[in-house]
């Protein structure tokens, strides 16, 4: 009897000291949340803000996105009481994840990286993230933004709206090796489709790799497939075949296809190149193992770097040659990188006081410390511009019309298919009609 | 006296432990924290993946219910029969290949070296340790081509043999081949180690008295040493099986499931349905798939091992 007393006694100590255990939690939650979160309303008293910032990139990766982020903030933060940006890194794979689970339980953080297209439709379609168009106008700060990527990023979620800021403004096209084109005695770069396959056969004969392209990524490689089906077809070929206005087996797609696979069977690209990662490929082409690579701008980062055995001008660009009057020369394959999309559930005068310090500084900047376009307007170049960085400030001049990159309108899974099977177009384990057979399969699943 | 040693004097005082164990509510108490861990970290996220299996879609966005027809359509999804066949034909090769090499190691460190054995059996066994990511990029440089030959090419190179110089990652059979001999090599030190052990475990009067009895060798070995070490035998065999099912890390680390889909296993393809297509629904039934081939596999060894030798 005694024991049983002394066991209930014991029993109920404890609960008691976890009962009140959880009550000191309450307890000490309560006023801190109190001061917390009580933002955007009036009032005289001091209260701190803190923005949160979903980012791909380490905080600490000085020149990349979000280190430009996050120093405007530092320097934002100087001017201002109590700001504070909540920096949270996740890695590029696990946006989408983490993305997807914070649109679900309604927490997007007040700054948030993703990708466009696709994907920021379907936040776009949640409803839960601001029109960057409307908000931008409202602030008075709508003239930051490059008109340019604007037009692209509204056309990345099929007219859409605006509602998200680029963080890049990137044109790809074909970047050469001059001394190697030199050495094969080709004057001029080529604009037509038959004069790039004719220097490709005298960079053959003359015994140069003619492309490398960093296939282990696939990308890559879709990205010449699709250089020549826009070309052939037109910008909007991938978006036509994706709706169903087209096919993908229709015998224009299965022609950039073959031409893909020709081109490999007649060693125009490097052997065994679906080995070869994208960081190789660029090494190959500025050490002269390979004359031509299809790569974007930002492989400027890498041109302007001291391992640039080509030089400081030994590197040469042209965009993509044509086939026919489906698109011209001037037409370039743009994109613009990673976006910043922005809660709207979480948007307060605190936010905009913050986008309207940010923002209209971020070209200036951005091009000041990395000589990159981030896709803003920029209001002077800096003096000592490298060749690299003027030669994308030339050509981005030029455009006149974008296209877009291969999988752009696709969902992930034909995007998918898409980069895992090129592998296998460019090795002849499948065929052309195979590979785009495969292509129209799965789009045909979610039409 | 220690503490310790006074609560074991305590608990090995009879009276005690007879007490506690003779009350069947004591058990069940003492039971139970261990059956809810169970339970809860094993059966209901079966349970779970299996309702989930039966959904389309992704949980919180479009999610219905689609009854059993993610199991049907698995099968006319090219890329998912694929990697059913993928796999299997991996275990094939994988499975006899590393308990096969860790059973011919071990009898050769049994009986043939007398000297550094415990030297042997450490540099054996270091494969097993090392990181997969860094074993496939060890392989990688081995079997790469461009920009520079690798160890294998650069040895066919000196060799003449120039016609079989090729990118064996880039090709989906070489690829293949490359992932088994990774995979086999990285695996034949675990297998030795625990098979030495069981041979070690033969008693000695045994193997003498069959050596008078003048078997030797093959004789040795099918006879006696075998049945010794059948036990064991099977337990690798368990071990490798459910190893190379739920290939992972060493594809992608090596060949990201490519060329194409050459090397892409059945976990990878329900990662990617769920992870990429936002397929949790399709990706759970493939989960459920992976888990009655490991189910059933099992149940076949563990038969095969009761029956009489």
Redesign the interface.
Known sequence: MKKKLLILGVVLVLLVSMLAGCAGNQGAKTPSASTGSNTGSSGDKFQSRTIKFLSIWPEDDKNSNGWIVSELSRQYGETVDGFKLEYEYVAIDQL??KV?IL??SDDLPEVCTYESGVRLK?VIDAGLILNVEETFTELGIRDCLDEGAVSLLKRLVDGKGLYCVPLGLNMEGFWYNKALFEKAGIQKAPETWDEFLEVCEKLKAAGITPIVQG??D?WPMTRVLNAYLVRSVGPNAVQDAVTGKKKFTDPEYVAAAQMFQDMAKKGYF???????DPG?AT??LM?G?AAMNYDGSWKVSNLNSDDNTAGPEGIGFFNVPVVNDSSTILDYSMNCGNILMFSKKKYDDKVADWMKYVFPKLGDFAMQETGAFKGFSISKMPEDTTYYTQLVAEHLAKAQGAFLWFEAKM???TS??AQ??I??L??G??TAEDYMR?LE?TAAKSR | MSVAGTFLKFIQGGSFLERVLGDKKAIALMVLPALIIFVGVIFVPIVWTFIYSLFSGMPGFKFEYVGFSNYINMWSNKQTVAAIKMNWKYILFVTPGQVGFGLLVSLMMYFSIKKFKTLSRTIVFIPTILPTVAVAQMFAKMYEMVPNYGLINALLDLAGLDRYIQPFLGQPNTSFGALVVMDIWTAIGFYTVIIYGALVDIPHELLEAARIDGASGVKLFTKIVFPMIRTIMITCLVFSFTGTIKLYESATALTKGGPGFATTSMTMNMYQNAFLFDQYGYASAVAILILAQCLLVTFIINKLSREKY
């Open positions: 989408d994840q997807k649109m679900s379907q296939g282990s696939n490097a052997e065994g190149m679906n080995t070869i190789t090494s190959m050490n193992q969902d992930s899974e998918t298919i895992q099977s592998s296998l460019y090795t384990e499948i495969l399969e």
